[in-house]
């Protein structure tokens, strides 16, 4: 299990869950149900402010991940209307990422994908994985096309 930047140790299945519980604190209704009757974990104000857009970003992050920093994570969007929220995961010793929908027509659907190494090897694990699960999970609005044309290079991973 890949440690968290301020010390934590956690499994993707733990990620997962905090992915849940941001999407359903996001969804302003149910987020105050819960609070009512004491279930829910994540305030709506909190879950709101960590999946906003808070400023253009770099045109490394726009150009080469089409997302747009927020404040714990980045924001992307597609064609179709759905909202993503995606953290890259990166300390010495392992890379990841996690991604999830958190509003439109995919909303609740994501996934969380770690290694137990670094390096440029693990990175590209990383994408082969993500892009193949993209693609399975149908999500509309996705160029597939454009992933289907990079080829990593898998030799050695």
Known sequence: S???????????????????????????????????????????????????????????????MGCRPGLSGFVCENAD????????????????????????PHRGRGMVVLTNTGGSDALRGVCEVAQTLLLRMGIEGLNADVLRRRVFDTTGI
């Not at 909190?46 to 253009?56: C, E, G």
């Not at 209307?81 to 996690?98: E, I, V, Y």
């Open 2 to 64: 890949p440690p968290f930047v301020a010390g934590a140790v956690c499994s993707a299945g733990s990620v997962c869950r905090l992915l849940v519980h941001l999407v359903r604190a996001y969804e302003p209704q149910a987020a105050m149900e819960r609070a009512e009757n004491g279930s829910a974990v994540l305030p709506h104000d909190v879950a709101t402010r960590m999946m906003q857009q808070r400023w253009r970003g770099t045109r490394t992050t726009v150009r080469l």
């Open 81 to 104: 209307g759905s909202k993503f929220f995606l953290h890259p995961a990166r300390n010495d010793g392992f890379r990841g990422l996690s991604l999830v929908c958190f509003a439109g």
